[in-house]
């Protein structure tokens, strides 16, 4: 059960644009009463069918060094911002500074239309419920 609110925690502060695990740690930690770690958020983001990994930053610490953290989007964001010439590249433009361009895998391209074929379904057979509601 912990996971589920931790997941819809997670979606709702990744709907606008992606964010690196720091910084969802980092909100979840601070509006929720028990919080998550890193190995938890980790797992929780990584067989999510809703998030996708971007790709990763590199961070410096004074006394750790360079390390790589990972960026994390929602579907529904990458669907939204996906560029319709080419699948593979999701362009965010923040509201100050240049355009980022996210480069999907083949995988993750797959993986993503499916996620719309699925959602087209949901909604077809929602919508052929509602028909038939009317005509009863």
Same mark, same amino acid.
């Given at each position: 059960m912990?996971?589920?609110?931790?997941?819809? +925690?997670?979606k709702n502060?990744?709907h606008d644009?992606p964010?690196?695990?720091v910084e969802?740690?980092?909100h979840?930690n601070?509006t929720?009463r028990?919080?998550?770690t890193?190995?938890?958020?980790g797992?929780?983001?990584?067989?999510?069918?809703?998030t996708?990994k971007?790709?990763k930053?590199i961070?410096?610490?004074?006394?750790s060094?360079?390390y790589?953290?990972s960026e994390?989007g929602t579907?529904?964001?990458?669907?939204?911002?996906?560029?319709?010439?080419d699948?593979?590249?999701?362009?965010?433009?923040?509201?100050?500074?240049?355009?980022?361009?996210y480069?999907?895998?083949?995988? +993750?391209?797959?993986?993503?239309?499916?996620?719309k074929?699925?959602e087209?379904?949901?909604?077809?057979?929602?919508?052929r419920?509602?028909?038939?509601?009317l005509?009863v």
């Open positions: 912990k996971t589920v609110r931790i997941r819809k +925690n997670i502060y990744l644009k964010r690196n695990s969802i740690r980092d979840i601070s929720m028990h919080g998550t890193s190995q938890q958020l797992n929780i983001l990584s067989k999510d069918k809703d996708f971007l790709g930053i961070r410096s610490g004074m006394l060094g360079d790589e953290i994390w579907t529904n964001w990458l669907i939204e911002n996906q560029d319709p010439e699948l593979c590249n999701i362009i965010y433009q923040p509201l100050s500074g240049s355009p980022i361009t480069i999907l895998s083949s995988s +993750n391209v797959q993986k993503l239309e499916r996620y074929l699925e087209e379904k949901r909604i077809n057979k929602e919508e419920k509602t028909l038939e509601e005509i």
